[in-house]
C-alpha cells in the first residue's frame, strides 16, 4: 500500500501500543531547554527515575538568557534561577548542557539542526511549539508540554494517537525579496490558525524544493501558528549536503548507508493524504500581519480589512484592530513604526541576517527607531561577524545582541515599550507578547531591515537596491 | 495525576475563540521557578492599564470569583506548549474546560493534569453557552466522566464525547510514565534493532571529540 512519509517514519519509529490506545512513538534526539528543563529534572528525581538516554538527550539555553554583550547568569535577574538549575540539572543527569559561555549555545531548534543532530526520517522533540522547524530537514518534530517533556526523558518515547496528514503543494516561483517566511504567512492566511489542527503536514511542491534548507525551516516552524501537530519538507540532495560533514551527523560508512536509506524518504506517488491544499506562491508580494493573530496577514500593498464585512468575526477583528491602534481601511504600508526585531528561532540563521545586511549596508536606522538583531546561535553569530555583518548592522544603529530568544517570547526581559508598533520576524503577534501594549506586525527579515530604515512599514522591493 | 471522576462548580462564560497561552499564562507571570499559578490565570486581562482589577472582565465579577468550568469558543490554548496554561486552571479549581475545539498540545496538557477537556459540536456549544450567560453563575453545574453527562440548570443533559484512551487515564488517574514503563522490554529491543540497522539514530556522538 503506497505511504507518505509521515507514515514511514511513524511506522519504523513505533515502538508499541499502550493499554490505553495510545501508541509509542520512539524519540531519537530530545532538546530541553532552559525555560522548562528545570521542572522536568526536579519531576523525574522525585520519582527516583532517570533520563533515560541521557546519550539522546541535550539542553539548550535560550528563553530566559540576556542577549547584551557580556552577559552572565544574573543579566537578566529574573533568568538565573533557570539557567542555574538548568545547568545543575543537565550535570546531575550527565545531559550535554550549550551553557553560556558554550561557543555552541543558542536557540534549541537553531542548534540541533546546525551541530548535525536532526537526521531525515528521525524523530524529534522540544518543550517548546515551534519544535517543528527542524522539519526543514525531513525530520518528525513534536513540540510537547512539560509532562509529556519528562515522560521522554523518562522513556525515550512520545505517547501518542496518530494523527491526520495533510500535504501543502506549493506551486510556483518566489519573486525577488520575496522568501519562506512571505510563504508561510500567506499559507496561514489562507487556511486560518487553527487549519492544520490534528494534522501532521508535508510542505511540497517546487517553491518548497526550491527553498535552501534554511528557508525550509522557516517554513516549518510556523506550521504551529496554524495550530499542526507537526510538518516537514521530504529531504532531497539538497538536505543531505547540508548536513553532511556537521559535528553529530554520521560520517565514513555509516554516511554511506544513512544516505541510502534517506534516499527513500519520500511520500510515495499514490499515498493519499487526509487533507490537501495547493497554494500558488508566483506573484506573491511580502506578506505583513496586520492583527493579534498570525493569521490576520495581508500582502504589503494590502489595507487593513473592515470588521462589519466580516459579522461572523466582527469581534475579533475589531477587538484586534482596537490592539493595534489601526482603522479599517488604512494602508500597512507607511505606517511609522518605533520597533524592529530581527531574530528569534523563525528567522535568526545566517542566510536571514545576510539578507537583512544587504538591505541595511551602507544605511542608517531612521531615527524614532529602536532596532535589534538577535543571531539564534553563538555559531551563527561568529559567523556573521566574520563576515563583517555586525559591522553592518552596528554602523547603521542596530543593537547587535548575544545569542537567545530574546523579544520572541519576552522571557529574557528584552521588549517593546507600551504603544509601540514594532514589525518583527519572530512567530506571534499576540497581544502583549513582546511587551505590554506592544503592537507586533510579523514579517520577513528583509521587510524588518526595509522597515527600519525607511523607519515606516515597508515594502522591500521599494527600498532595495534605492541609493 | 489526580484522578477526574465528576466535578461541580460555577461555569465561567468567557466566549471567545482562539484564546492563547500567553493570554491564559502571561510569560511576565513565569519569571520565577515557582510562581504564584493561581494569581497567573489571565493576569493581564485581569487588570487595567493603572493596575486596579477591571470589573467587567468575567472572572473579576462577583458571582464568577469561585469558578469550576470554564466555557469558551474555538481553538482554545492556541500558541505556545507552556503547561503552566493548565497547572494555573487547577490553581483556582477549574477542572473542566468546555470548548468548540482545543489546540492539539493544550488539549494533551490538560490530559496529562486530569484537566478535563470536552469539545461539543458547533450547535451543542452555542446552546450549552447561552445556558451558562442565562445561569450567569446563580447556580453550578455538574459534570460526570463515567456518564459522560453535563447537567445543570437551564435544560436537559448533554452527552459528550471522549475517546476511550482519554477517558480511562483521566478516571484512573494513570500514571502516565509507569503505563508506558510496562513496555520497557520493547522499548529496549526496539533500541537493538535500530542500533543494527541504523546505528546513527542510536548514537549522538560529536565526532570532533
Known sequence: ?467 | MQPFSSHTGIAVPLIRDDINTDQIAPTQAMRDLKPDYQKMLFMRARRRDDGSEDPNFVLNKPQFRNPGILVTGQNFGAGSSREAAVWCMLANNIRVIVAKSFADIYRENCLQNGLLPIALPPDEADAFVSRVIETNGAAPFSVDLVTQRISGPGGADIQFELPAADRMRLLEGLDDIGLTLKHADEIVAWEKRVAAQQPWLQAAVDHRR
Open chain 1, 1 to 467: 500500500m503506497p505511504q507518505t512519509l509521515f507514515d514511514k517514519i511513524w511506522q519504523t519509529h513505533l515502538v508499541a501500543r499502550r493499554a490505553d490506545g495510545r501508541e509509542l512513538i520512539y524519540i531519537d534526539r530530545h532538546v530541553l531547554h532552559d525555560l522548562h528543563a528545570p521542572h522536568g529534572y526536579e519531576q523525574l528525581e522525585k520519582q527516583n527515575r532517570p533520563v533515560r538516554r541521557a546519550d539522546l538527550t541535550f539542553a539548550a539555553l535560550d528563553h530566559t538568557v540576556a542577549t547584551k554583550p557580556g552577559r552572565v547568569d544574573s543579566t537578566f535577574a529574573s533568568g538565573e534561577a533557570f539557567i542555574r538549575a538548568t545547568r545543575a540539572g543537565s550535570r546531575r543527569n550527565s545531559v550535554r548542557f550549550f551553557d553560556i559561555d558554550d561557543p555552541e549555545q543558542g536557540i534549541s531548534h537553531v542548534i540541533a539542526p546546525e551541530l548535525g543532530m536532526v537526521l531525515p526520517g528521525a524523530t524529534h522533540a522540544v518543550p517548546d511549539s515551534h519544535a517543528s522547524t527542524v522539519g526543514g530537514l525531513g525530520a518528525l518534530a513534536f513540540g510537547v508540554g512539560t509532562t509529556e517533556m519528562t515522560h521522554i526523558m523518562a522513556t525515550q518515547t512520545i505517547a501518542l494517537r496518530r494523527p491526520k496528514t495533510m500535504r501543502i503543494r506549493l506551486d510556483g516561483a518566489l519573486g525577488p525579496h520575496v522568501s519562506a517566511k512571505d510563504v508561510a504567512l500567506r499559507i496561514i492566511g489562507t487556511i486560518g490558525s487553527a487549519g492544520a489542527r490534528g494534522h501532521v503536514v508535508e510542505y511540497s511542491g517546487v517553491a518548497a524544493r526550491a527553498m535552501p534548507i534554511e528557508q525550509r525551516m522557516t517554513l516549518c516552524n510556523l506550521n504551529i501558528e496554524m495550530g499542526g501537530r507537526s510538518g516537514f519538507v521530504a529531504p532531497d540532495e539538497a538536505t543531505f549536503q547540508w548536513i553532511a560533514g556537521r559535528p553529530y551527523a554520521p560520517q565514513g560508512a555509516d554516511w554511506d548507508r544513512a544516505l541510502e536509506l534517506w534516499r527513500t524518504f519520500q511520500t510515495d506517488d499514490s499515498a493519499s493524504f487526509d487533507t490537501e491544499h495547493v497554494i500558488d506562491c508566483s506573484g506573491l508580494e511580502p506578506q505583513i500581519t496586520w492583527g493579534t493573530d498570525p493569521g490576520q496577514v495581508l500582502g504589503i500593498s494590502g489595507r487593513v480589512p473592515d470588521p462589519a464585512a466580516d459579522p461572523a468575526r466582527r469581534d475579533i477583528l475589531e477587538s484586534a484592530l482596537a490592539y493595534m491602534g489601526l482603522q479599517p481601511g488604512v494602508a500597512l504600508a507607511g505606517l511609522p513604526v518605533q520597533r524592529v526585531f530581527i531574530g528569534s528561532c523563525t528567522n535568526s540563521r545566517l542566510p536571514d541576517l545576510q539578507v537583512a545586511a544587504d538591505i541595511v549596508r551602507g544605511r542608517r536606522v531612521a531615527p524614532g527607531v529602536t532596532a535589534m538583531v538577535v543571531p539564534g546561535s553563538s555559531s551563527v553569530k561568529r559567523a556573521a561577524e566574520a563576515e563583517g555583518l555586525d559591522r553592518v548592522f552596528r554602523e547603521a544603529g542596530f543593537f547587535w545582541g548575544e545569542s537567545g530568544c530574546s523579544m520572541c517570547a519576552g522571557g529574557n526581559g528584552d521588549r517593546g515599550e507600551p504603544g509601540e508598533r514594532c514589525v518583527s520576524t519572530t512567530n506571534r503577534n499576540f497581544e502583549n507578547r513582546q511587551g505590554p501594549k506592544v503592537r507586533t506586525h510579523l514579517a520577513s527579515p528583509a521587510t524588518a531591515a526595509a522597515t527600519a530604515i525607511a523607519g515606516y512599514i515597508a515594502d522591500v522591493r521599494q527600498i532595495a537596491g534605492r541609493a
